[in-house]
């Protein structure tokens, strides 16, 4: 079984994750579990949802599989339909990380990615960290260099159930700082340009059900704007009022996913996760931009470097 590491703020947060798909594995707040885990970083790494893991080299959707880089047209192996999802497989939510170092307060990793891993060019090299700044503040940044110009969008994917693991997020309530959002079509594809959310289901500027007013649910990339201190943000809060995460990031956009389709992933125990028992925030480039020139841009050119962080401030309100 692969090894855990624990970070500890000191003042009640407790976080376990692993080497395999830089995985966030699990934590708790005063005792409370706040995301969704599946037990061992194995399970993590073999059971559909990305639960935790770090995914990439490009998280979302690619249309077709396929995007231009300098003129030239380069083609990936498809893994949802006709297209890309989440860097296609063996993904990197799957792969063994090197450890650098760890202590009570940072994890820091490491992977490479030979030229034309995934389909993808040039050799990709991550460094990854995951640290306590303070207490109930966890940081996560990584810088990335590649030896051929590449877009490169990576995020975590963990799911957040601020009431603890094994009960519903349908009573969370949830503020996305985001006046514009992209609709989607059946495959999970923006269809146009980012829309106006006023006066729509996907207007989230003021805290409510995290699953939509309709109960319907998302999974959709918010395009956010700075409005709360420390840049673009969101908030979640459990139904119960106890516990709070603010996640703040320098990426441009930020796919909710509601966790319909859980249930495809199984615990160590082997039950089954029901539907929506874990929410997926998750900073990011936005889906498909290789493939729209005039979006943000996630690019990386040799001799570059690529960096980005998520903050996550968890609040237990005594």
Same mark, same amino acid.
């Given at each position: 079984?692969?090894?855990?590491?624990?970070?500890?703020?000191?003042?009640?947060?407790?976080?376990?994750?692993?080497?395999?798909?830089?995985?966030?594995?699990?934590?708790?707040?005063?005792?409370?579990?706040?995301?969704?885990?599946?037990?061992?970083?194995?399970? =993590?790494?073999?059971?559909?949802?990305?639960?935790?893991?770090?995914?990439?080299?490009?998280?979302?959707?690619?249309?077709?599989?396929?995007?231009?880089?300098?003129?030239?047209?380069?083609?990936?192996?498809?893994?949802?339909?006709?297209?890309?999802?989440?860097?296609?497989?063996?993904?990197?939510?799957?792969?063994? +990380?090197?450890?650098?170092?760890?202590?009570?307060?940072?994890? =820091?990793? %490491?992977?490479?990615?030979?030229?034309?891993?995934?389909?993808?060019?040039?050799?990709?090299?991550?460094?990854?960290?995951?640290?306590?700044?303070?207490?109930? =503040?966890?940081?996560?940044? +990584?810088?990335?260099? !590649?030896?051929?110009?590449?877009?490169?969008?990576?995020?975590?994917?963990?799911?957040?159930?601020?009431?603890?693991?094994?009960?519903?997020?349908?009573?969370?309530?949830?503020?996305? /700082?985001?006046?514009?959002?992209?609709?989607?079509?059946?495959?999970?594809?923006?269809?146009?340009?980012?829309?106006?959310?006023?006066? &729509?289901?996907? /207007?989230?500027?003021?805290?409510?059900?995290?699953?939509?007013?309709?109960?319907?649910?998302?999974?959709?990339?918010? !395009?956010? &704007?700075?409005?709360?201190?420390? *840049?673009?943000? %969101?908030?979640?809060?459990?139904?119960?009022?106890?516990?709070?995460?603010?996640? &703040?990031?320098?990426?441009?956009?930020?796919?909710?996913?509601? *966790?319909?389709?859980?249930?495809?992933?199984?615990?160590?125990?082997?039950? %089954? &996760?029901?539907?929506?028992?874990?929410?997926?925030?998750?900073?990011?480039?936005?889906?498909?931009?290789?493939?729209?020139? =005039?979006?943000?841009?996630?690019?990386?050119?040799?001799?570059?470097?690529?960096?980005?962080?998520?903050?996550?401030?968890?609040?237990?309100?005594?």
């Amino acid at each position: 079984m692969s090894e855990t590491f624990e970070l500890d703020d000191g003042a009640g947060l407790r976080l376990q994750f692993s080497a395999l798909g830089a995985c966030w594995l699990g934590g708790q707040l005063q005792g409370r579990e706040l995301l969704l885990s599946l037990g061992s970083p194995e399970q =993590h790494a073999a059971q559909p949802g990305f639960v935790g893991g770090i995914v990439g080299r490009y998280a979302n959707r690619i249309g077709g599989a396929r995007f231009p880089v300098d003129g030239q047209l380069h083609q990936l192996p498809p893994n949802e339909g006709p297209n890309l999802l989440h860097g296609g497989a063996p993904g990197f939510h799957t792969r063994l +990380w090197t450890v650098r170092r760890h202590d009570a307060h940072a994890l =820091h990793l %490491a992977l490479h990615a030979s030229d034309g891993d995934q389909g993808f060019p040039g050799a990709l090299d991550i460094e990854l960290s995951y640290c306590l700044l303070g207490p109930g =503040h966890l940081r996560l940044a +990584w810088a990335v260099r !590649c030896s051929r110009p590449c877009p490169v969008n990576l995020t975590s994917h963990a799911y957040f159930n601020l009431d603890g693991d094994g009960c519903s997020i349908e009573g969370h309530r949830l503020q996305v /700082d985001a006046s514009r959002v992209l609709l989607t079509g059946p495959q999970g594809l923006p269809l146009g340009e980012p829309s106006d959310v006023t006066g &729509t289901r996907f /207007d989230l500027r003021e805290p409510g059900p995290a699953c939509g007013r309709d109960g319907a649910g998302f999974d959709h990339n918010f !395009c956010w &704007t700075p409005l709360f201190e420390g *840049g673009r943000g %969101a908030r979640l809060l459990s139904a119960d009022g106890r516990v709070s995460l603010q996640v &703040t990031s320098d990426l441009p956009g930020l796919q909710v996913y509601t *966790g319909d389709h859980l249930r495809e992933a199984r615990r160590l125990d082997g039950s %089954a &996760t029901p539907p929506r028992a874990g929410l997926a925030l998750e900073p990011q480039y936005w889906p498909d931009s290789p493939n729209h020139a =005039h979006w943000p841009q996630s690019l990386v050119r040799p001799g570059l470097v690529q960096e980005h962080g998520i903050d996550y401030r968890f609040k237990w309100q005594a």
